[in-house]
């Protein structure tokens, strides 16, 4: 079946403008992550969904970014007056129940603020 | 000191040889541990999942995990050019019924022809 999917692939945005990125995870898997890679770092976690609830926001890094999901499927991340050190590459990635450790990644969002 | 420790690299390879990869942690709580390989603009893909110490083995891939010395290794045999990547190692622990991964920055491998 299809694998977890992201869009834009790219985005090119302006420093203060709001910017949504949008995840669509493996069907059946009810876990689903927000993670930030950026150059020379490791991968940074954000958020953890199971199912339309978010147990752990830890990772946010400031209350400019936001995260939601509908319907236990499609989630979308949004940052709010983005800033130059928002830019890096966000994944998503997604589980099945109960086997959260296994997680199958999307391509990611390269973002970019200019 | 950060919870995992992985050696950025690049690791240059000749095709056919023998490549060790190593992760060091601090958190004695990890139970979970996985390597990803990550091919340059594309999103991770898990390669080994492993729980216990000891070793597991796919294809030309072994997992190795040593909890005792909290130091984990992939080795990856007869190294082919489209084994260039990056690898990352990453650990879990269950929290409340649900895990959230640490990972490695990873480290670049290059295999040459």
């Known amino acids: 079946g299809a694998g977890v999917s992201q869009s834009p692939s790219n985005k090119v945005t302006e420093k203060g403008k709001d910017v949504e990125l949008r995840c669509d995870p493996i069907?059946?898997?009810?876990?689903l992550y927000w993670y930030r890679q950026s150059l020379g770092q490791g991968l940074e976690f954000l958020i953890y969904f199971q199912g339309n609830s978010a147990p752990d926001k830890s990772g946010l890094p400031s209350d400019r970014f936001s995260a939601e999901r509908t319907g236990g499927s499609v989630s979308t991340l949004t940052i709010q007056r983005t800033q130059q050190e928002d830019s890096a590459v966000y994944l998503c990635?997604?589980?099945?129940?109960?086997?959260?450790?296994?997680?199958?990644f999307g391509p990611g969002t390269r973002l970019t603020v200019l | 000191q950060k919870e995992v420790e992985q050696d950025p690299g690049p690791l240059s390879v000749p095709e056919g040889a023998i490549v060790s990869l190593n992760c060091t942690y601090s958190?004695?709580?990890?139970?979970?541990f996985m390597w990803y390989r990550q091919y340059s603009r594309k999103g991770p893909e898990l390669l080994m999942y492993?729980?216990?110490?000891g070793n597991k083995e796919d294809g030309r891939f072994t997992a190795q995990v040593d909890k005792s010395s909290k130091y984990i290794s992939l080795f990856i045999r007869d190294s082919q050019p489209s084994d260039s990547a990056t690898y990352l190692c990453?650990?879990?622990?269950?929290?409340?019924?649900?895990?959230?991964?640490?990972f490695g920055k990873g480290t670049m491998l290059l295999v040459s022809p």
């Open positions: 069907s059946g898997h009810t876990a």
């Open positions: 990453a650990m879990s622990e269950r929290n409340s019924g649900y895990s959230t991964l640490t």
């Open positions: 492993t729980y216990s110490s």
């Open positions: 990635a997604s589980s099945w129940p109960g086997i959260e450790d296994e997680q199958f």
């Open positions: 958190n004695s709580a990890f139970q979970y």
